[in-house]
């Protein structure tokens, strides 16, 4: 049912496509007829009966657009194409395979099997390869060849270029090349494939890679299908490819002349039709123009053989590594053909000339496009079939396509065979651990080139949701590390002489594999290594031993610090937190029953409470000396949950009484924090700091320092900083006795953010905001109670620390989160919540000189448990020495994340005004790359802005940190509301974070009927709209979220109807604005609308709790102001709207040389 105002719709005028490129007008007439006859065309196989395809048929077939081999303009509409000449003056070239993935037969070998029921079109008397009786392909293939000699051609080798002139070699070739097998104009020895064994259990076959003849089970001319593993022309976990064809039947390819029974037939070769020989004196045409300047071809076909790197040995037989972007003619099935992402192009390979006549660019992506339509098997780095070409698109007259937020981040094309398993968990997460490149510069100087960020989003300790698959734990003990660098073994690593050593991924030292590594203690029986967790998934845990513990696993504590002075009295947060502590008791992690817990409450003096009295009634302790505070009776203040769960209960249904009365407006939170700190540094645990007043007494005392006159200046970062040492001086040494400080702030007046929230940023904590908190409110208690009971029943890490160990070359630079840095690499984290996350910069101490990269991430922690654990989340990405590679894999979620937290750091430390600058700046700078040196527009100034595909939106994820409360300029804000988005942004995952910087938006009232009911994937939401104030219309209902908070903005020309069916008031002017909870009514609409704010409130993986706030059109300013400010594509002062911030950007990439 759709509750809108009758209106009358406008037309826009029909717009006439554009013409495509390479089409005439008879063939785009055709394909509107025929939508599908291009298509069949393609994939039709020649000579087949009752099929067209094969050589074109002659008269008056008009062919397809080819680009010209020889500089000529390309033919009229109408003109036919005669014959082409031979490329070698007339003398006959040496037959090759048409199809790509046909081998030439061995010496000796059997003859491919020819297939009676397959024809070949006829070809004219005296043309090459016509035969009067039927011939095997091998004896074709000797017949033709002795041809070929006869006429002065030397065995085996490439026939001269046009005119028969041998071409010179290019400077640019090593001399080492020109006497390899298959370089220009040298002879290229058969060799037959290596025949290699069955591979071990779990290992799969790799491309290129031979079976063992004579076994059924594993010959894929005896079963339909492929082999096991994957077969050349296929990638790992990938679907079954297009058989690819030679270029020219590809681009030339029209309908074939009638068949004839008594021709030749074709051979057979994994169900492709191959021909035996070229028909008539339609040669076949060279796949590149004769500008070329070498030609390489792979020795062997008996595996895949990475490229020349620098620094590492060329084998004997090795192919050489082709520039990026070009290929042989000629090929093997599994050969890298397309871009090379994987390895670094050789130093004298990366100054390759044009092609003759045109520009280097034009080739270039005349080269790849060819090369994607040719559809070869997997290689290094991005040569796979999953991988896309650079995708450029416009930005500037076009909406937004938000809905790409939602895609995951740009594919991993790793090299065929990079794990030792095959697994489809082999690679990290996302969720856990994503790059901001998903193919890494081979040397800084591409990196700098590029000006892309490089770095690391890591969420170790996610939440595991209904549906999710947990962490695989290692129970037995056995954890298989390299000696040099200390890296676990993974996916990633090798084994060697016969699986006895395996060869660390990073350091790439050997080591030697545990004897018990196959081995089960438990059951006293052998075990396949290939199905160890540690070999199969990158996100792994294992149980640690006693080595990797300095001391045993202490039990879980929680020690709740909360104010009772009279301003937290009167908001009611003393009652509330009471509540909810004593409701939250059975869901605090308690295993093995040795939770502890303890209370200490404080104003003017610090009350401590005995609850191991064998009279089960609490016993209250006071102690007045704030100079020196001590622990009275220090063994009774923190008792086990299990043991003395009456007397805390009895504690908490009292403590809002006992100080109901009190008109105390000190707080000692400083001396309180000492004290709570000798309590528990002993064991360690959580602070959970409960405050709602200024600190004013003591240590650690503040004062209300916010002055309206610095909002919106220079000096106002300084209202962002701590104003006192103490607090981080104490953070210290909490960290130092894994102890962790949660703040929970709340009060109407200034409760100083900035300063406070230094106690969770370095002791591995969390803070909570509640400005305007009153539990007279239910929606404000509501909030409170849930995300209070929500985190402590939290099943977290205690005692941990961290490390990230990259491969040789990489550094960790810089780290942004809540943590205490120990030393250059190691983070101290004496708690780690669940959901938060931590970025990580990343550098280079040299150049890359391997295919692949990886990171692994170790976090030593106790469970709750008790459990001493190491989980570990290993990253695999590949090396590029391609700029446009760059631009392909990177991740703009993963970037916005790291811009966010560097924007931060400097914003806090620096002046707000440096971090909206950095923000541009750095999207200029992306920019102003790509059309540098991406683009046809290199040069000069440009109508619009481009960039890839994948990173379309991230002018609108900056523009969106731009105008966040964190960071927008002006003088309306208050330091604590921005210190806390500040701490959000910081924190926050990337599945949060989004949101938070970018939210979603939604039309209800003309939703769809299926949105807000229950289907396959749960609730169904409807589509998300472009944050732009253009979306609203008159008499709708709208909704807002930003993972914050909700809104539900409602015109003031609202029907009555939706007014009834939502909130059950008659009108519009009988709806309550403001912060309200919707009310559940019988109707369908009320129904699916309180089922989509429950999923909003649900589906992510956090503790917070959104607040429902109902904005009227025509209702309070500050909330309608508060609600517009989140449609960041408006303009908004003194912010540009989304496309004046995109002409902004034009204009300074066109200004600036990049």
Same mark, same amino acid.
């Given at each position: 049912?759709?509750?809108?105002?009758?209106?009358?719709?406008?037309?826009?005028?029909?717009?006439?496509?554009?013409?495509?490129?390479?089409?005439?007008?008879?063939?785009?007439?055709?394909?509107?007829?025929?939508?599908?006859?291009?298509?069949?065309?393609?994939?039709?196989?020649?000579?087949?009966?009752?099929?067209?395809?094969?050589?074109?048929?002659?008269?008056?077939?008009?062919?397809?657009?080819?680009?010209?081999?020889?500089?000529?303009?390309?033919?009229?509409?109408?003109?036919?194409?005669?014959?082409?000449?031979?490329?070698?003056?007339?003398?006959?070239?040496?037959?090759?395979?048409?199809?790509?993935?046909?081998?030439?037969?061995?010496?000796?070998?059997?003859?491919?099997?020819?297939?009676?029921?397959?024809?070949?079109?006829?070809?004219?008397?005296?043309?090459? @390869?016509?035969?009067? &009786? %039927?011939?095997? =392909?091998?004896?074709?293939?000797?017949?033709? /060849? +002795? *041809? !070929?000699? $006869? #006429?002065?051609?030397?065995?085996?080798?490439?026939?001269?270029?046009?005119?028969?002139?041998?071409?010179?070699?290019?400077?640019?070739?090593?001399?080492?090349?020109?006497?390899?097998?298959?370089?220009?104009?040298?002879?290229?020895?058969?060799?037959?494939?290596?025949?290699?064994?069955?591979?071990?259990?779990?290992?799969?076959?790799?491309?290129?890679?031979?079976?063992?003849?004579?076994?059924?089970?594993?010959?894929?001319?005896?079963?339909?299908?492929?082999?096991?593993?994957?077969?050349? @022309?296929?990638?790992? &976990? %990938?679907?079954? =490819?297009?058989?690819?064809?030679?270029?020219? /039947? +590809? *681009? !030339?390819? $029209? #309908?074939?002349?009638?068949?004839?029974?008594?021709?030749?037939?074709?051979?057979?070769?994994?169900?492709?039709?191959?021909?035996?020989?070229?028909?008539?004196?339609?040669?076949?045409?060279?796949?590149?123009?004769?500008?070329?300047?070498?030609?390489?071809?792979?020795?062997?076909?008996?595996?895949?053989?990475?490229?020349?790197?620098?620094?590492?040995?060329?084998?004997?037989?090795?192919?050489?590594?082709?520039?990026?972007?070009?290929?042989?003619?000629?090929?093997?099935?599994?050969?890298?053909?397309?871009?090379?992402?994987?390895?670094?192009?050789?130093?004298?390979?990366?100054?390759? /000339?044009?092609?003759?006549? $045109?520009?280097?660019?034009?080739?270039?992506?005349?080269?790849?496009?060819?090369?994607?339509?040719?559809?070869?098997?997997?290689?290094?780095?991005?040569?796979?079939?999953?991988?896309?070409?650079?995708?450029?698109?416009?930005?500037?007259?076009?909406?937004?396509?938000?809905?790409?937020?939602?895609?995951?981040?740009?594919?991993?094309?790793?090299?065929?065979?990079?794990?030792?398993?095959?697994?489809?968990?082999?690679?990290?997460?996302?969720?856990?651990?994503?790059?901001?490149?998903?193919?890494?510069?081979?040397?800084?100087?591409?990196?700098?080139?590029?000006?892309?960020?490089?770095?690391?989003?890591?969420?170790?300790?996610?939440?595991?949701?209904?549906?999710?698959?947990?962490?695989?734990?290692?129970?037995?003990?056995?954890?298989?590390?390299?000696?040099?660098?200390?890296?676990?073994?993974?996916?990633?690593?090798?084994?060697?002489?016969?699986?006895?050593?395996?060869?660390?991924?990073?350091?790439?030292?050997?080591?030697?594999?545990?004897?018990?590594?196959?081995?089960?203690?438990?059951?006293?029986?052998?075990?396949?290594?290939?199905?160890?967790?540690?070999?199969?998934?990158?996100?792994?845990?294992?149980?640690?031993?006693?080595?990797?513990?300095?001391?045993?696993?202490?039990?879980?504590?929680?020690?709740?610090?909360?104010?009772?002075?009279?301003?937290?009295?009167?908001?009611?947060?003393?009652a509330t937190a009471a509540t909810t502590i004593l409701e939250s008791l059975d869901r605090i992690p308690n295993d093995e029953g040795r939770t502890k817990i303890g209370i200490i409450t404080v104003d003017s003096s610090i009350h401590f409470y005995n609850l191991n009295n064998v009279s089960q009634e609490p016993q209250m302790l006071v102690v007045s000396d704030l100079e020196d505070p001590f622990l009275p009776q220090p063994q009774d203040l923190l008792c086990n949950l299990k043991e003395c769960r009456s007397t805390l209960e009895a504690l908490l249904n009292r403590m809002s009484d006992m100080f109901k009365d009190t008109q105390n407006v000190g707080n000692a939170l400083g001396p309180a924090l000492q004290a709570a700190y000798k309590m528990v540094s002993p064991i360690g645990g959580k602070i959970l700091c409960l405050q709602a007043s200024l600190p004013n007494l003591e240590a650690g005392a503040l004062k209300a320092r916010e002055d309206p006159k610095l909002l919106g200046t220079a000096k106002e970062s300084t209202l962002l900083q701590a104003a006192s040492s103490f607090y981080k001086s104490l953070a210290v040494e909490c960290s130092k006795s894994q102890v962790c400080v949660d703040m929970f702030l709340f009060g109407s007046q200034y409760s100083d953010v900035a300063t406070l929230s230094c106690l969770p940023r370095y002791t591995g904590g969390s803070t909570f905001f509640y400005p305007a908190f009153t539990a007279a409110k239910s929606e404000d208690a509501l909030k409170f109670a849930h995300e209070l009971a929500e985190f402590v029943a939290q099943r977290i890490a205690l005692e941990a620390v961290m490390r990230v160990r990259a491969s040789k070359g990489l550094r960790m630079s810089a780290f942004y989160g809540n943590f205490f840095v120990r030393s250059t690499d190691l983070l101290s984290l004496p708690n780690v919540p669940r959901d938060q996350s931590y970025s990580i910069e990343v550098s280079y101490e040299d150049n890359l000189t391997i295919p692949i990269v990886c990171f692994q991430t170790a976090l030593l922690h106790t469970s709750s448990s008790g459990e001493r654990r190491i989980r570990v989340l290993t990253l695999a990405l590949p090396v590029t020495n391609a700029l446009s590679d760059l631009f392909i894999s990177a991740d703009q979620v993963a970037i916005a994340t790291l811009l966010a937290n560097k924007a931060v750091e400097r914003g806090m430390n620096s002046k707000l005004d440096d971090a909206r600058d950095a923000l541009t700046n750095k999207c200029v700078d992306i920019l102003g790359v790509y059309k540098t040196h991406l683009t046809a527009s290199s040069s000069g100034a440009t109508p619009n802005l481009q960039i890839s595909d994948n990173l379309k939106l991230l002018p609108l994820l900056t523009l969106g940190m731009l105008k966040h409360v964190a960071l927008r300029g002006g003088s309306q804000i208050p330091s604590d509301l921005r210190s806390y988005a500040m701490h959000l942004l910081s924190t926050l995952p990337s599945q949060c974070l989004i949101p938070y910087i970018h939210p979603k938006f939604y039309s209800l009232h003309n939703m769809p009927e299926n949105c807000g009911t229950i289907g396959g994937n749960g609730i169904e939401m409807p589509m998300p709209m472009n944050l732009s104030s253009e979306r609203l219309e008159r008499g709708g209902l709208f909704m807002l979220e930003d993972s914050q908070n909700i809104f539900l903005w409602i015109s003031r020309d609202a029907v009555p109807q939706l007014c009834m069916d939502l909130f059950g008031v008659p009108n519009y002017e009988s709806i309550r604005g403001g912060k309200t909870t919707l009310p559940s009514l019988e109707s369908d609409f009320n129904q699916r609308v309180n089922l989509i704010v429950g999923k909003t409130r649900e589906m992510r993986r956090s503790s917070y709790y959104p607040q429902l706030y109902v904005i009227k059109e025509d209702g309070d300013p500050a909330l309608r102001l508060w609600f517009l400010s989140h449609l960041i594509e408006d303009r908004a002062e003194p912010i540009m709207s989304y496309h004046q911030y995109l002409g902004h950007l034009k204009d300074k990439v066109n200004g600036g040389s990049f």
């Open positions: 049912m759709a509750y809108s105002q009758p209106s009358t719709p406008t037309m826009r005028p029909a717009q006439a496509a554009p013409p495509r490129p390479g089409f005439r007008p008879q063939q785009q007439q055709q394909q509107q007829q025929f939508p599908y006859a291009q298509q069949q065309t393609n994939i039709s196989r020649p000579g087949t009966p009752g099929q067209q395809g094969g050589l074109p048929q002659p008269g008056n077939q008009t062919m397809g657009f080819r680009p010209p081999m020889n500089g000529q303009h390309p033919p009229s509409p109408g003109q036919n194409f005669g014959p082409r000449p031979p490329i070698n003056g007339g003398m006959p070239r040496p037959p090759f395979p048409q199809d790509q993935n046909q081998r030439r037969p061995s010496a000796g070998g059997p003859s491919l099997p020819s297939s009676p029921s397959i024809q070949r079109p006829p070809m004219p008397n005296g043309a090459i @390869g016509s035969h009067s &009786n %039927q011939q095997s =392909p091998l004896q074709q293939q000797q017949q033709l /060849q +002795q *041809q !070929y000699v $006869q #006429q002065g051609g030397a065995p085996l080798q490439r026939p001269p270029p046009i005119g028969g002139a041998q071409r010179a070699p290019s400077p640019m070739i090593r001399p080492s090349t020109l006497s390899q097998p298959g370089s220009p104009g040298m002879v290229r020895p058969y060799q037959s494939p290596q025949i290699q064994a069955r591979p071990p259990p779990g290992q799969f076959v790799g491309q290129g890679q031979q079976i063992v003849p004579g076994s059924p089970a594993m010959n894929p001319m005896v079963h339909n299908g492929p082999p096991n593993g994957p077969m050349p @022309g296929y990638g790992q &976990n %990938q679907s079954q =490819p297009p058989t690819p064809k030679m270029l020219h /039947q +590809q *681009q !030339y390819q $029209q #309908q074939p002349p009638p068949q004839d029974p008594n021709a030749p037939t074709l051979g057979v070769m994994n169900g492709v039709p191959t021909p035996t020989a070229h028909s008539g004196a339609h040669k076949p045409k060279r796949m590149y123009p004769q500008g070329m300047d070498s030609y390489q071809e792979p020795a062997s076909n008996s595996g895949f053989q990475p490229a020349n790197i620098p620094g590492i040995p060329s084998q004997p037989g090795q192919n050489q590594s082709q520039p990026s972007g070009q290929g042989s003619q000629f090929f093997s099935p599994g050969e890298n053909q397309g871009p090379n992402f994987g390895q670094p192009v050789p130093p004298f390979q990366q100054g390759l /000339q044009p092609l003759a006549g $045109q520009p280097l660019q034009q080739n270039v992506n005349q080269l790849t496009n060819q090369m994607g339509a040719m559809n070869v098997g997997p290689g290094y780095g991005f040569n796979s079939q999953s991988s896309s070409p650079l995708s450029t698109v416009a930005l500037m007259g076009v909406a937004p396509k938000i809905l790409d937020l939602e895609t995951p981040p740009p594919a991993i094309n790793l090299p065929a065979n990079s794990s030792i398993t095959d697994s489809p968990h082999a690679n990290c997460d996302p969720s856990y651990k994503r790059s901001t490149l998903n193919a890494i510069p081979a040397n800084s100087q591409l990196l700098q080139k590029s000006r892309l960020p490089f770095g690391l989003v890591i969420t170790p300790y996610r939440s595991v949701k209904e549906g999710d698959e947990p962490v695989p734990v290692v129970s037995d003990s056995i954890i298989a590390r390299c000696r040099r660098c200390r890296t676990y073994i993974n996916p990633f690593v090798k084994f060697v002489e016969g699986g006895q050593r395996w060869k660390c991924n990073m350091c790439f030292t050997l080591n030697e594999v545990p004897s018990s590594f196959d081995y089960d203690s438990l059951t006293q029986q052998p075990v396949d290594r290939w199905q160890r967790k540690e070999l199969n998934h990158a996100v792994v845990e294992y149980i640690a031993p006693a080595e990797y513990m300095v001391r045993p696993p202490q039990p879980l504590v929680y020690l709740f610090l909360i104010d009772v002075s009279y301003p937290a009295i009167q908001c009611g947060m003393v």
